[in-house]
């Protein structure tokens, strides 16, 4: 089964370039840079809500109240919102494996299984084939609404973005003079991002992403465990933090203790299918010994999520998994692309493709749940060296700088999937589409805010309900 529609191999580099030119007649490079929502745009209040009828009633309100927190905050929950807005638009036909939800925040460092610190994205929840530039308008528009969050000047916005666009089409040029396994090899990992900064950044600042690095090497595995689990007179078991951590023997729900734990242990067993021989195995060197419902994310709110304390050797042996429910991707309605009957599989088999080092645990599984619902679940480590960028923390040059890191990352994720000769093509060698993004994401931006207000007038109204958490 393919993901994407790429091109026959049997064209000629010659062949595949004059396919991207051919592209701008469906999309010329300047027509990206205007963004008019469609007249029967639907309500983004409506929505949200059309989500919301599909997860925990319960923790709805939490979803809301992390979005209303600040524009910047309700972007990263509003990915239906922009396919909704994006699914009109010309489209350029050049087909990659989205991320889906590409803002700046979903691109981070994280470990590979050679335990290599590498920068990479990590949120794959929306994966779909689709137009390479939907990724493009959703990562550039991010820059400018964070930036706006840090009162940036108009003129800052702007060359954060113009350094993420630019980097993507440069990259993207790069592949496109490579060979195909030297395509996929490519990685963004801890020496190449020493380098761009080491010419990029004064000395200040390269001791700040030093130190980023090194928390990013603290937070692994064990000290989750410490986290989020407690000594107790039966062994190590997660410990409470409600309504955000609810462990199973906690969580009241008219359904039985006993049942519900039948229930995940079952979807574990079917997880564990999905693994290769040799991962199977290592898996069934742990026991099960808890299990929790947690709350993850802004836009994920209200999705099922599970996370699981298995236990080796010892007490001291951990190995924490986080089972999350998969829904259908944000980018469905609007592409004719293959359809999954697992989203599971639909995420994990995004992530294999466009990410360089996927977690050695990460699988997918389906379960009916003891309301008789089929749902599906992928599975992974909760966590495992990740470094989250900050751009609360970032003057305008090292904004600057994390979008060039980003593009340049987009642009080896879409490579993978995706013609990077073609795309390159139609992307040409000057400036033309890099102004066009610049000119979409701040007028995107202003469109988010607009639907910030709209939440926070509903809110108000008492037509949803917001909670802090």
């Known amino acids: 089964?393919?993901?994407?529609?790429?091109?026959?191999?049997?064209?000629?580099?010659?062949?595949?370039?004059?396919?991207?030119?051919?592209?701008?007649?469906?999309?010329?490079?300047?027509?990206?840079?205007?963004?008019?929502?469609?007249?029967?745009?639907?309500?983004?209040?409506?929505?949200?809500?059309?989500?919301?009828?599909?997860?925990?009633?319960?923790?709805?309100?939490?979803?809301?109240?992390?979005?209303?927190?600040?524009?910047?905050?309700?972007?990263?929950?509003?990915?239906?919102?922009?396919?909704?807005?994006?699914?009109?638009?010309?489209?350029?036909?050049?087909?990659?494996?989205?991320?889906?939800?590409?803002?700046?925040?979903?691109?981070?460092?994280?470990?590979?299984?050679?335990?290599?610190?590498?920068?990479?994205?990590?949120?794959?929840d929306e994966t779909l084939a689709g137009p390479f530039e939907w990724d493009v308008k959703r990562l550039a528009a991010s820059f400018v609404v964070a930036g706006r969050a840090n009162g940036f000047t108009a003129r800052e916005q702007d060359r954060a973005v113009e350094a993420c666009v630019r980097a993507y089409r440069k990259r993207m040029r790069a592949f496109a003079g490579m060979s195909t396994l030297d395509v996929w090899y490519a990685q963004d990992d801890a020496d190449r991002l020493r380098e761009l900064l080491a010419a990029s950044l004064d000395r200040q600042a390269r001791r700040r992403t030093a130190r980023a690095a090194?928390?990013?090497?603290?937070?692994?595995?064990?000290?989750?465990?410490?986290?989020?689990?407690?000594?107790?007179?039966?062994?190590?078991?997660?410990?409470?933090?409600?309504?955000?951590?609810?462990?199973?023997?906690d969580l009241r729900d008219g359904t039985g203790d006993e049942d519900r734990a039948g229930e995940l242990s079952a979807l574990l067993d079917a997880y564990a299918r999905s693994l290769s021989s040799e991962r199977r195995h290592l898996l069934h060197r742990y026991r099960l010994v808890d299990l929790a419902r947690k709350v993850v994310g802004v836009g994920s709110v209200g999705t099922r999520c599970w996370i699981a304390l298995l236990l080796g050797r010892d007490d001291d042996d951990p190995l924490l998994l986080q089972a999350k429910e998969a829904q259908e991707s944000v980018l469905a309605p609007y592409t004719g692309g293959v359809r999954y009957g697992n989203q599971g599989r639909r995420v994990v088999s995004g992530q294999r493709l466009i990410q360089t080092s996927s977690d050695i645990f990460l699988g997918w599984t389906h379960t009916i749940g003891l309301d008789g619902q089929g749902r599906d679940f992928y599975v992974r480590q909760l966590r495992d060296w990740k470094g989250i960028a900050r751009p609360d923390t970032m003057d305008p040059g090292l904004l600057a700088l994390f979008g060039e890191l980003c593009g340049g990352s987009l642009a080896r994720a879409h490579a993978r999937s995706g013609d990077p000769v073609a795309i390159a093509a139609y992307l040409g060698g000057s400036a033309r589409f890099d102004r066009a993004l610049t000119e979409f994401a701040r007028s995107y931006a202003d469109r988010n805010e607009r639907d910030f207000e709209a939440l926070r007038a509903a809110a108000r109204s008492g037509r949803v309900t917001a909670e802090g958490g």
């Not at 007649?25 to 990206?32: F, G, V």
């Not at 007249?39 to 309100?61: F, G, H, I, K, Y």
């Not at 990013?216 to 986290?227: I, M, S, V």
């Open 1 to 124: 089964m393919t993901t994407t529609d790429a091109l026959p191999a049997s064209l000629t580099v010659a062949e595949r370039m004059a396919y991207g030119r051919r592209a701008r007649a469906r999309a010329s490079r300047s027509c990206h840079g205007w963004f008019e929502p469609d007249r029967q745009r639907t309500d983004p209040v409506d929505v949200l809500e059309l989500q919301s009828a599909t997860r925990l009633p319960e923790l709805v309100p939490i979803r809301y109240g992390r979005m209303l927190e600040s524009p910047f905050r309700f972007y990263r929950g509003a990915a239906a919102i922009m396919a909704m807005d994006l699914g009109p638009l010309p489209s350029t036909g050049l087909t990659v494996q989205l991320c889906g939800d590409a803002h700046l925040l979903n691109f981070r460092l994280l470990a590979s299984p050679e335990r290599r610190l590498v920068f990479d994205i990590n949120d794959f």
């Open 214 to 249: 090194a928390r990013a090497r603290t937070r692994t595995h064990l000290q989750a465990f410490e986290q989020l689990t407690r000594a107790t007179a039966e062994g190590r078991r997660i410990t409470p933090d409600p309504p955000l951590v609810v462990p199973l023997r």
